[in-house]
C-alpha cells in the first residue's frame, strides 16, 4: 500500500492500493469480502468533504462511522472535532486499515469488528454511512437498522452516488459534491454525489 493524499479530501492521507499491492491474497475463499476498504468510493468521500466544510455536524458528538472500510469518514469526523468516533465493519482488514490510516492522520478511533446492523441502536448521537446500499440484502438490513436508530433519537448521515437500493423515501438532500468513484484510481473522473439526511 501507498500512503497518498485521499480524492477531494486533501486534508486526509490514506494507504491506498496499486498494481503492486497483491490484494488477492487477503482472499482465501468465496466467502471472504473483497477488500473495499483499499478503494475510496463516492459515499465515504462526500460525507468526509462534507464534515470538514462543516465542523458543527460532529463537533463534540459521538459517531458511528459504519461500514467503516478504510476509515475516511470517521477520520474525518474526529478530524473535525467529534467527541467519540467508533467505526464499525465486518471485514477485520478493513478496521486494520481504518486504524493504520487514523494513526497517520493524528486521531484516535476505536475500532469494532462485527455487524452492528443486526443488534440495538448504539449509545452514539450521530451515525455516518456511506456506500452501503450496494446490493439488495445489504441495504435492506441497513435500512432497518437505520430506521431503529432514527426511532432511538439519533441523527443519521448517509452519502451516495445514487445507488441502485438507495432507501430515497427516508432521504432529505443535505448537499452535493462532485467526486470520483471507486472504478478510478486517479479520482479524475468526477460525477455528483450527495449527502442526505435520513428521516
Known sequence: MEVRRAPHVPELDLYRAHPGSGLGR??????????????????????????LDHPEVVSG????????GSGIVGIAAAMAGAGKVIAADTDPNALVATQLNALINGVNI?????????????GVDLILVGDLFYDEATARQVTGFLL?????GMQILIGDPG?????RAHLRLIAEYFVSDFADAEGRAVKPSSVYAFT
Open 148 to 152: 431503529r436508530c432514527a426511532a432511538a
Open 61 to 68: 458528538l459521538r459517531v458511528l462511522d459504519l461500514g467503516s
Open 26 to 51: 487477503l482472499v482465501d475463499s468465496e466467502n471472504d469480502p473483497p477488500p473495499y476498504w483499499a478503494y475510496h468510493w463516492a459515499g465515504g468521500t462526500v460525507i468526509a468533504r462534507h464534515i
Open 110 to 122: 476505536e475500532a469494532i469488528n462485527g455487524d452492528v446492523t443486526i443488534g440495538d441502536p448504539p
Open 163 to 167: 445507488r441502485s437500493y438507495l432507501p
